[in-house]
């Protein structure tokens, strides 16, 4: 563990330079597009995790700086107490003494080196932990949020709007905005999203927490986040055009007023700065071109000359230290080479074995097209979907995109089936139904269902057509069959067997929204809740203990509905539907 903190103290000493310089290049590119002084930032917390750099004449780190060690600012203490104790008298030969004896102890002392190794992992691991905390309690805090667009939400529990999410981004917005706010805080939202810059914060933040120690690193994640936000403001302009400066400072000034205590924990993605903000948008002017080559030969000669190391400073290091560290150093580094000649071998054998390995190719039956299909639907795997589908327009026609820096965006946060929660039933001619169970947190759960065509194609089968559709509304007997008929029988979701009777029924005895969960104990109600049921008339046919029959009639058909209560019996249980039959 010394060996690590030695390390990542002296990345540290290095990386303050480097931090001086970014800023002062910041300072000169004031006038320039952020989108620069946000990419400078990278170099830091490059040299900050990378402890290899390579060796060149360009570069801009002072030899002096990078022979800095920690041993040169801290006095060490050595761990043997034998070796910091002058004794003047030598033992006498086959002489017991305890004195001399528990100087001359050789069993092992922690090191200064040791105890601030110790302290260091400890406060970063504590840091860490507090804000994967402060993040789990910001995510209940928003289980009641509404959705109103995909990957959207509005929650009255939070006063700013923030991105939220490492694998499945989501933009969540405060309550109580105007429509205009709402537009340009999710433009600028989706901005990030599209950028990852929710990934890019979450790395700095735990770079930030190894580095804990070093308040300029802490400056740096401050000024690299302020510098996102800018860039993601004018992105906006860029694509909104000029004439929305005021209103959308003013929009920014609005987010001001609720920014006290926005996020407890930083990989939560938060606004911040709003003040520097606002300037920033009012002086935005479109950049010239020539500025804008300026400015990137600046940038791409900073990253040259601060990624890398001086000529020649390995050896002068090996020159200050002592022999045995001269020699340790040097069987490190042939141990360094050989693990990089292996594994330069092991990537070069990796990337002929892919060159020649085949392409992956369809599905070989329509089966296991099927369960492919449902498998990346569940998953929200677009590129899985795309790869899937024989007209790349479908893929677009069900609510995909293809973002711009080539990745694929499919679905949205709730509802939406959850893994293996689906039903193949294979038809003639080249046709498949495949139904869903999406959840949502109430917990409710509406029949999705896909209906597919497929087609032979390079020795497998794809997708030829599929269409899409959601039975939150079930108006008519035939809506009813297409949602719950399959293979000649009746098949609903079974709240018991996904678990989802008892969190319904402790939302009703706790009074959650008591209004809401209350009719679920009268069983006509509760049939029609659990299968969308509308457009229809739904009567008690009869009632027991635990157990009830409700018929469901619409113009062109009726259905009875078998109830039961699986929690609790009498009033105050809540009713689930156990099975469906024809009148």
Partial sequence: MEGVFLSVFHMSLVSS??????????????????????????????????????????????????????????????????????????????????????????????????????????????????????????????????????????????????????????????????????????????????????????????????????????????????????????????????????????????????????????????????????????????????????????????????????????????????????TAAENTTAAENTTAAENTALAVNTAAAETSAPKTSAPKTPEALAEAWAKAFTDRDGEKISKLLADQKQYEELGGEVLDDGSYFFGWSSPWPWEDDYQIVMGPENSMVIYYNANVSDPHITVWRNDITYEESSGGYLVSDVRFTQYDSVSSAAEFNEAYFRQGEYVVPDYKAKGLTGPLQEQYDTDTNAEYYSPLTKPDYAAQWQLNLTDGTADIVSQGDKEAVVSYRWTDGTVMIQMYQPEKQGEDGIWIVRSVDKE
């Fill in 17 to 326: 330079y480097i931090i001086a310089v970014v800023f002062f290049i910041r300072l000169l590119l004031t006038r320039a597009p952020k989108l620069f002084s946000y990419l400078l930032w990278g170099i830091v917390f490059i040299r900050l995790i990378c402890p290899l750099s390579f060796e060149s004449v360009i570069s801009l780190v002072p030899a002096r700086v990078n022979e800095v060690r920690f041993e040169q600012l801290v006095p060490q203490v050595s761990g043997n107490v034998s070796e910091n104790i002058q004794t003047h008298t030598a033992p006498k030969e086959n002489l017991y003494d305890p004195i001399y004896d528990a100087v001359t102890d050789q069993s092992p002392h922690l090191s200064v080196n040791g105890i601030l190794a110790i302290l260091w992992i400890g406060t970063a691991a504590g840091l860490l932990l507090y804000n994967i905390l402060s993040l789990m309690a910001l995510r209940r805090k928003l289980t009641d949020a509404e959705p109103i667009d995909r990957n959207i939400y509005i929650s009255g529990h939070i006063r700013t709007p923030f991105v939220i999410g490492l694998f499945r981004p989501a933009v969540y917005l405060p309550a109580g905005l105007t429509d205009e706010e709402e537009e340009y805080v999710i433009r600028h939202e989706r901005v990030h999203i599209s950028r990852r810059d929710y990934l890019v914060k979450a790395a700095a933040f735990f770079i930030t927490c190894i580095h804990w120690f070093n308040p300029l690193v802490w400056i740096a994640f401050i000024l690299m986040s302020r510098d996102m936000e800018m860039a993601c403001d004018e992105r906006v302009l860029r694509e909104m055009g000029n004439t929305i400066k005021k209103d959308y400072s003013n929009s920014l000034l609005s987010m001001a007023i609720h920014e006290n205590g926005v996020l407890s924990a930083p990989l939560a993605f938060g606004e911040n700065a709003v003040k520097s903000r606002v300037k920033n948008v009012l002086r935005y002017k479109k950049p010239a071109f020539g500025l804008i080559l300026f400015v990137t030969v600046i940038c791409a000669v900073s990253a040259c000359g601060l990624l890398t190391d001086p000529k020649g400073n390995t050896a002068a290091a090996e020159n200050t230290t002592a022999a045995e560290n001269t």
